[in-house]
Antibody, heavy 120, light 109 residues
Framework: EVQLVESGGGLVQPGRSLRLSCAASGFTFDEYAMHWVRQAPGKGLEWVSG????????GYADSVKGRFTTSRDNAKNSLYLQMNGLRAEDTALYYCAKDWDDILTGPDYWGQGTLVTVSS | QAVVTQEPSLTVSPGGTVTLTCGST?????????PYWFQQKPGQAPTTLIYDTRNKHSWTPVQFSGSLIGGKAALTLSGAQPEDEAYYYCMLSYGDTRVFGGGTKLTVL
């Protein structure tokens, strides 16, 4: 059974940093691309970033480019999102999602999310 | 960054058929945008219904189908059930980035 468990969310002040993690199990992690998708309270889904199986291609939404960095550790079956220069508009539930391919296509399985709140 | 457009809300009668659409401000949606469709119910994570325009996952209910219609991606629900009431999001590919539409709130009434 595919399982994706996000962690690292919490309350953080504007301008500060936070690192999210996603622990994957139930599939061969290094054979699939991965995504981060967020959802602000009461709002729709927003794609944040995606990374290919070997980290060869990493894509970012314009809204986070230059502030967020996605990485993965295939030996640890883990995906990460380093978020710097956080803003109030980054407040959201952050989902980790598995791609159905090793290149960047789109999510098939989703985690339950971790909540990030940016506020002073 | 491109904007992906969806109907904000639609209503369908139980047993009826409804088509949700997904457009792009950059021009016609094609198979090269690899359209995806997701369902999200309140308080739950999204689930993926359709990938690459019309492909279904093993868990996709049979009443859902994907296509391209009139320069847009389309999700058709045939034989709506009360449990199909949810938000539906499309997602399009633009190179190495992906963009979600604003979502359609589907009411079965």
């Amino acid at each position: 059974e595919v399982q994706l468990v996000e962690s690292g969310g919490g309350l953080v002040q504007p301008g500060r940093s936070l690192r999210l993690s996603c622990a994957a199990s139930g599939f061969t992690f290094d054979e699939y691309a991965m995504h981060w998708v967020r959802q602000a309270p009461g709002k729709g889904l927003e794609w944040v970033s995606g990374i290919t199986w070997n980290s060869g291609i990493i894509g970012y939404a314009d809204s986070v480019k230059g502030r967020f960095t996605t990485s993965r550790d295939n030996a640890k079956n883990s995906l990460y999102l380093q978020m710097n220069g956080l803003r109030a508009e980054d407040t959201a539930l952050y989902y980790c999602a598995k791609d159905w391919d090793d290149i960047l296509t789109g999510p098939d399985y989703w985690g339950q999310g971790t909540l990030v709140t940016v506020s002073s | 960054q491109a904007v992906v457009t969806q109907e904000p809300s639609l209503t369908v009668s139980p047993g009826g058929t409804v088509t949700l659409t997904c457009g792009s401000t950059t021009g016609p949606v094609t198979s090269g945008h690899y359209p995806y469709w997701f369902q999200q119910k309140p308080g739950q994570a999204p689930t993926t219904l359709i990938y690459d325009t019309r492909n279904k996952h093993s868990w996709t209910p049979v009443q859902f189908s994907g296509s391209l219609i009139g320069g847009k991606a389309a999700l058709t629900l045939s034989g709506a059930q009360p449990e199909d009431e949810a938000y539906y999001y499309c997602m399009l590919s633009y190179g190495d980035t992906r963009v979600f539409g604003g979502g359609t709130k589907l009411t079965v009434l």
